[in-house]
T-cell receptor
């Protein structure tokens, strides 16, 4: 069992829908990262969280350290949001442990 | 400011051959990381340089993989001899050590296919 579990694995949404991607982890961490990878593209860091909530545009990331759970929300989704979203945790050593990723497809 | 760059973007080689991947971190970043995603699996850590020193190489799969970072600038990852299971996408990331947690900036990856 991977130390970082994401759900769902695949998600298809209609343009405009509110989207939630979940991440649970089983180890102690110093920070959690949400990353985005477009098809054929590199990886972009969206958020780095150690507590609470962060917002950037239509993206919101939350983390509950006690429950070892984080969520990434996308409001008013758009086809350009279609990508793989990856949760990764930093186990106090700058060595990231990655989830398998969530493949998001937003249809117009 | 230029981001993390990787070369080549794609490489197709035959089993038994040697391949060298290169990563140029963001200028001034002391931390450099190598990661790998093999088909159908999650991305895995390979190793971490701080300047020219290997801080953590616990993720290197075996001694066919050799990473260097001469002078603490760019890094190379050599696979010799390559095996079929080495196929995947190799990502490099860099970060600047500062108080608190630092954001890692990822390169576009090198797609390696071993036939």
């Amino acid at each position: 069992k991977n130390e970082v579990e994401q759900s769902p694995q695949n998600l298809t949404a209609q343009e405009g829908e509110f989207i939630t991607i979940n991440c649970s982890y089983s180890v102690g961490i110093s920070a959690l990262h949400w990353l985005q990878q477009h098809p054929g593209g590199g990886i972009v860091s969206l958020f780095m969280l150690s507590s609470g909530k962060k917002k950037h545009g239509r993206l919101i990331a939350t983390i509950n350290i006690q429950e070892k759970h984080s969520s990434l929300h996308i409001t008013a989704s758009h086809p350009r949001d279609s990508a793989v979203y990856i949760c990764a945790v930093d186990e106090y050593g700058n060595k990231l442990v990655f989830g398998a990723g969530t493949i998001l497809r937003v249809k117009s | 400011e230029a981001g993390v760059t990787q070369f080549p973007s794609h490489s197709v080689i035959e089993k038994g051959q040697t391949v060298t991947l290169r990563c140029d971190p963001i200028s001034g970043h002391d931390n450099l990381y190598w990661y790998r995603r093999v088909m159908g699996k999650e991305i895995k850590f390979l190793l971490h340089f701080v300047k020219e020193s290997k801080q953590d190489e616990s993720g290197m799969p075996n001694n066919r993989f050799l990473a260097e970072r001469t002078g603490g600038t760019y890094s190379t990852l050599k696979v010799q001899p390559a095996e079929l299971e080495d196929s995947g996408v190799y990502f490099c990331a860099s970060s600047l050590t500062r108080m608190g947690r630092e954001t890692q900036y990822f390169g576009p990856g090198t797609r390696l296919l071993v036939l």
